[in-house]
């Protein structure tokens, strides 16, 4: 417990059902549905006479249901949650992130936090830290194409693992511009860890000679930027189609500006709803802020009722043993990786003790 002249702090037992039950029912009828399974840590702040105050959590890097009750927000108690709450962040790692309403963002911004985007009228998200998307964009500028170049376009993939339908699109995209960004997703959520992602994809797009990966970082798909995108829940709420808008509103106002990009490919989504919402808002925003989008159809296996290749189908073939399957899925380079380096029955192993959505 942690006190001051005013308030003080308790942390609730989250295991507790009573403590969660606490937390839920402030935060109720501020308009917050409490989750515990998506926070580590949480705090209620008292006053000395055992009023709720205001609560607030964190997970990883993210703060998460930061409120205070009404009559007490011109008081000092939105600055002693945020505070603690962001220090017990940074001193596990260089920056924090917070989701909160736009009309927040003044508070935020009081306490040392700097607005990146909003998905209006839901959702901004803030940072603060010794690292900011200022590093990012400094990254972006070390790897930027060099010439002039009329057609510059982007992909944004996971690839867990890379595939065929992966590579199809790649191609298709190199062919059709002067110059092709990959985004390869950072956020460790994957079967496959991210060196691993991207060394696939390297591999499998050496033979091309027009495009550059990318390290996506907290600003492409990240857990900072789009957590829904890694629950294994699929059913779109507004919560996930607001995420969505966010990640397409940095890349549109931080990244695709500074690359010149003026094109973003996709493949038609045929089995995630998460996904598809994402590419349903990428097709309504992007052309606003002078990105085309482009939507390509999905490849598929050539076999009679095999369906669209996915990532998703590789790893169901792994863990079912069905290695026979690999060859209609997967690029050659990936398939030498995976036995090579990773070991498949490993990875077999890994697949049949853990679920992942992308």
């Excluded at 040392?112 to 839901?122: D, F, K, M, T």
């Excluded at 709803?273 to 590419?279: E, G, I, K, R």
């Excluded at 002078?290 to 999905?298: D, I, M, N």
């Excluded at 290749?309 to 043993?321: D, G, L, Q, T, Y």
């Amino acid at each position: 417990m942690i006190e001051n002249s005013d308030f003080r702090i308790e942390e609730p037992d989250l295991s507790s059902k009573f403590d969660v039950e606490l937390i839920r029912r402030f935060l109720s009828p501020l308009g917050f549905y409490f989750d515990e399974s998506t926070v580590e840590y949480s705090v209620i702040l008292y006053t000395l006479n055992d009023d709720i105050v205001g609560v607030g959590s964190c997970q990883g890097k993210i703060l998460k249901y930061v409120a205070v009750a009404p009559q007490f927000r011109e008081s000092g108690a939105f600055a002693h949650i945020v505070t603690h709450l962001t220090e017990r962040v940074m001193s596990q790692y260089q920056q924090a992130f917070v989701f909160t309403r736009p009309d927040n963002i003044s508070r935020f911004e009081g306490i040392g936090y700097r607005h990146i985007a909003s998905a209006q009228p839901l959702i901004s998200v803030l940072e603060f830290g010794y690292q900011s998307i200022d590093d990012y964009k400094q990254y972006l500028q070390s790897i930027k194409y060099d010439k002039q170049a009329e057609k510059v376009a982007a992909i944004v993939i996971n690839g867990n693992p890379y595939t065929l339908g992966h590579q199809y699109l790649i191609e298709k995209a190199s062919t059709e511009n002067d110059w092709l960004y990959v985004f390869v997703v950072q956020a460790e959520k994957s079967t496959f860890s991210f060196s691993d992602r991207f060394e696939m994809i390297r591999l499998g797009t050496q033979h091309l000679s027009n495009i550059q990966l990318v390290k996506g970082g907290e600003y492409i798909v990240s857990c900072a930027t789009f957590p829904n995108y890694f629950l294994k829940n699929e059913a779109p709420d507004a919560i996930t189609q607001k995420q969505a808008e966010l990640d397409i509103e940095i890349f549109s106002q931080h990244i695709a500006p500074l690359l010149g990009i003026n094109k973003r490919y996709v493949g038609t989504e045929n089995y995630c709803a998460t996904t598809a919402l994402y590419n349903k808002a990428m097709k309504t925003i992007l052309p606003t802020k002078g990105v085309a989008f482009c939507e390509v159809q999905r490849l598929e296996t050539g076999k009679k009722d095999g369906g669209f290749i996915s990532a998703s189908k590789v790893r169901e073939a792994i863990k079912a043993h069905q290695r026979s399957k690999l060859g209609e899925l997967l690029p050659e380079t990936t398939i030498l990786y995976l036995k090579d380096k990773l070991d498949l029955d490993t990875v077999e192993q890994r697949l049949r003790h853990t679920a992942v959505r992308h």
